[in-house]
């Protein structure tokens, strides 16, 4: 499926009525690792109420120890503190990088805002090294603005 089509899915799935927004978002997880062979692990981490740290949303891959991530740890953490995308090619390049899974060859996270805040992320994990294009990046904006409407 190209991005084109899954934007369609994701709209489809985010302006379901008969779902609550957990629901969507692993939908959103489940349809993004499906489709889309290089992502293998798909989940979302929120602001944790007024605590400086994020917590682990609906996922759809291997599980975590990492339910809660403080602000500036990790690729995660860091884009908490950034507002800014962050793609990692090589997380073994990486300095402050939380390993998952000794599979995990490359991240990429993008923010989410509400109102201008960032609340929360998508979380990408690939098993592939530097398998993220800007086209990513593009896509997984278009995800996120997609959330923020339902979250907001």
Known sequence: MTFEQLQLKVTEITSNSNTTVDEKLYAICELLEANITYYNWVGFYF????????????????????????????????????????????V????????????????????????????GQIDIDSNTPDPFTEADERFLEFVCKQVAEIIA
């Open 47 to 90: 602001k944790n109420g007024d605590k400086n740290e994020l917590k682990l949303g609906p996922y759809v891959g291997e599980p975590t120890d990492h339910t809660i991530i403080p602000f500036g740890k990790g690729i995660c953490g860091q884009v908490a503190v950034s507002n800014q995308n962050f793609v990692v090619p090589d």
């Open 92 to 119: 073994s390049a990486q300095d402050n990088y939380i390993a998952c899974s000794i599979t995990v060859k490359a991240e990429i996270v993008i923010p989410i805002f509400v109102n201008g805040e960032n609340i």
